[in-house]
């Protein structure tokens, strides 16, 4: 038969006090593409993957601020940015294509 006391205990999470003060995460603008800006929080920034898609870096909360600094100068801006005008011209083809 089976111990529970054999494995470590999971730290109990809990939620705010009902009299608590909502946790508002601190968020800052980038812009990214002419005009067009992202919200970042402590999540990092949302990453415009090659096929459209978004996504956050799983690590973001590991990294040191330099590091933070510089993956959102090279991926969320120069990347993104570049992602962006690859999808639009895909974008702008295809409806080339269809008149």
């Known amino acids: ?3 529970n006391n054999d494995q470590p205990q999971q730290p109990q999470l809990a939620l705010p006090a009902p009299g608590d003060p909502p946790h508002e995460p601190s968020t800052r603008s980038l812009n990214v593409v002419e005009g067009t800006t992202i919200q970042m929080d402590e999540l990092g920034p949302i990453i415009v993957n090659s096929d459209g898609t978004l996504s956050r870096i799983s690590n973001w909360h590991e990294m040191t601020p330099p590091e933070q600094e510089r993956t959102v100068r090279l991926i969320a801006k120069r990347r993104n940015q570049e992602r962006m005008k ?5 974008e702008d083809e295809e409806q080339a294509a269809k008149e």
């Open 86 to 90: 690859a999808l639009q011209k895909k």
């Open 1 to 3: 038969m089976s111990n």
